[in-house]
């Protein structure tokens, strides 16, 4: 019984800890299947979780909040769209300038408005998403196995968790089942036939892109308003690159790459509980040793399967009407 509830611990906080990097590959699929290199989802994400923290701080309104990074990351979003697309610019240059500006802006900003070291205010539990007990969980905790399983892993999570599952079926069915998945699959693999067929290249990958900075401003207002009390400096911690792993690991596939982030995410779970514990024979585990298992996870996938993978066609290129 001690071993499944330990299990259930570690899947309850993968669930929680992969939440941010699901939401970040999703939004990489969007735009990376449409030939979009995006770089940029930590730039988005750290954006996106400084406006849902100081906003919250101002209103103490969590959904409020939430409503300022999603408007946040769109924009940054759109702003890489219109150096990519309109502009035809080097994707990863825009990306990585994204994710410097916003390291810089967001830390200067917030000790200019806030003085307190980089950070926002810390939030009240009214300006946050919350856990929330789903009906009989208490009534079910005496129930060997089932009130562990339904009571810890299944309930006890907050809306955007349970918003971040739903929305993975909804993407897959997007991506693979409706007319703008398919434009977008045939945007990302040749273009030029789509041009051809009188459908709008840089109107699909703008409306990809719009899909990513929304499921980003998700990420983002996740980490600020669910996983801490307020915005800190660099929160995202490389989550973007991570999700990116994921997604080049998943081969550009919505099942695969949630799977890789799941993995991401149970690595941080085991590593936060094996802080401080004693190994049969190696002794107590580095602390550092440990939080850096998802960061070296991360660089042996990135070396064993970059190369491997087929991404789509066209990713990378710039569009030009011939004619």
Not at 49 to 66: E, I, K
Not at 247 to 274: E, K, Q, T, Y
């Amino acid at each position: 019984m001690e071993v499944l509830v330990a299990a259930v611990v570690v899947l309850d906080s993968t669930l929680r800890l992969a939440t941010p990097l699901v939401l970040a590959a999703l939004a990489g699929l969007f735009s990376e299947r449409s030939g979009i290199i995006d770089i940029g989802l930590e730039g988005k994400m750290l954006g996106a979780a400084f406006a849902a923290g100081c906003v919250a701080a101002v209103t103490g309104s969590a959904w409020v909040g939430l409503t300022a990074a999603i408007a946040t990351s769109v924009l940054l979003a759109l702003l890489h769209g219109y150096a990519c697309v309109t502009h035809r610019g080097n994707q990863v240059v825009s990306g990585l300038a994204i994710n410097i500006l916003v390291s810089g802006l967001t830390a200067f900003l917030a000790v200019a408005w806030f003085a307190q070291g980089g950070r926002t205010p810390q939030l009240p539990d009214s300006a946050r998403f919350l856990s929330m007990e789903w009906p009989g969980a208490g009534v079910l905790e005496a129930v060997p196995i089932v009130g562990v399983v339904y009571g810890e892993l299944l309930s006890g999570h907050n809306a955007i968790v349970y918003l971040t599952w739903l929305a993975v079926p909804v993407v897959a069915l997007a991506l693979y089942r409706t007319r703008f998945g398919l434009r977008l699959r045939a945007v990302g693999e040749n273009p030029y036939a789509v041009d051809t067929a009188g459908v709008s290249v840089s109107g699909v990958r703008y409306r990809a892109l719009v899909c990513a900075g929304v499921l980003c401003g998700l990420a983002g207002a996740y980490l600020a308003l669910a996983q801490s009390a307020g915005f800190l400096r660099d929160i995202t911690a490389g989550k973007g690159y991570i999700a990116l792993a994921a997604l080049i690991f998943g081969n550009w596939r919505p099942v695969p790459a949630v799977l890789a982030c799941l993995l991401f995410g149970c690595l941080d779970a085991v590593s936060i509980r094996l802080q401080g514990a004693s190994l049969p024979g190696l002794g107590e585990v580095p602390v550092h040793l440990v939080q850096a298992l998802p960061y070296v996870l991360t660089v042996l996938l990135l070396a064993g399967f970059v190369g491997r993978g087929v991404p789509p066609k066209a990713i990378g290129i710039p569009y030009t009407r011939e004619g």
